[in-house]
């Protein structure tokens, strides 16, 4: 992935904030079964906003989600986005 002209944020790619807080938790290594307990989703749904976020991020695995944030320059710590 080439680092981007300009800085895109998260609501540019269409992420909803939910999906920002889930993909915050994958950064932080959760597991679906964890994020879903700590957002009170089921893992189904957590499952859902998983593979929404791969493909707007365009990769195929948590890794590669985890390379793309950081190349875009995201800090998706809780206090970073309050």
Same mark, same amino acid.
């Given at each position: %992935?080439?680092?981007?002209?300009? $800085?895109?944020?998260? +609501?540019? &790619?269409? *992420? @909803? =904030?939910?999906? !920002?807080?889930?993909?915050?938790?994958? %950064?932080?290594?959760?597991?679906? $079964?964890?994020?879903? +307990?700590? &957002?009170? *989703? @089921? =893992?189904?749904? !957590?499952?859902?906003?998983?593979?929404?976020?791969?493909?707007?991020?365009?990769?195929?695995?948590?890794?590669?989600?985890?390379?793309?944030?950081?190349?875009?320059?995201?800090?998706?710590?809780?206090?970073?986005?309050?």
């Amino acid at each position: %992935m080439r680092l981007p002209r300009r $800085k895109f944020q998260p +609501r540019d &790619l269409g *992420l @909803t =904030e939910r999906q !920002v807080d889930v993909l915050a938790l994958v %950064m932080q290594g959760k597991s679906n $079964k964890a994020i879903g +307990r700590a &957002l009170d *989703l @089921t =893992e189904p749904t !957590v499952r859902n906003h998983v593979t929404a976020v791969l493909k707007a991020l365009n990769v195929t695995n948590r890794t590669g989600a985890i390379i793309a944030v950081v190349e875009l320059g995201w800090d998706l710590r809780p206090t970073a986005r309050s």
